[in-house]
């Protein structure tokens, strides 16, 4: 399984490693719910966990109409920082996204929003 971030542009899922500790992420996810809840377009995520979302560009900037795109990407950040400190975690795991992941590909996908983001703003002078 792939998650598709734009045309025909895709993050690799990786395989998960369960022989060690999971990081779970709900404590960084929970305070972006609002956004989460924006870009769970797809499906459900209790059905589909990652595959609900949609990380297109569009779908990003629809997500935030209506909240502080510089809270969003100050929490993406922190988060992203927790994850990196964190170091002896090679898979991290949501309930709230119902899904496991390998680091590298959630680090991947934090990447992609917080630049689509930034780009975004960048863009329209915020």
């Known amino acids: 399984m ?7 542009l895709f993050i690799e899922e990786l395989p ?7 990081l779970d992420l709900d404590p960084y996810i929970a305070p972006l719910n609002a956004f989460f ?6 499906c ?3 059905c589909c966990g990652i ?4 990380f297109m560009p569009e779908n990003i900037h629809k997500a935030l109409v209506g909240l502080s795109s510089e809270s969003i990407v100050t929490q993406l950040k922190a988060m992203q920082t927790a ?9 991290v795991g949501s309930t709230i996204l119902n899904n496991n992941f390998d680091k590298k590909v959630f680090l991947q996908l934090l990447a992609h929003i917080i ?3 930034e780009d975004n703003t960048n863009f329209l002078g915020e």
């Open 16 to 22: 998960i490693d369960y022989n060690g500790k999971l």
């Open 44 to 46: 459900v995520r209790e």
């Open 115 to 117: 630049k689509t983001i």
């Open 51 to 54: 595959e609900a979302f949609s």
């Open 37 to 42: 809840d924006k870009l769970e377009v797809e």
């Open 2 to 8: 792939s998650i598709l971030i734009g045309n025909n």
């Open 83 to 91: 994850i990196e400190e964190q170091w002896w975690y090679n898979t």
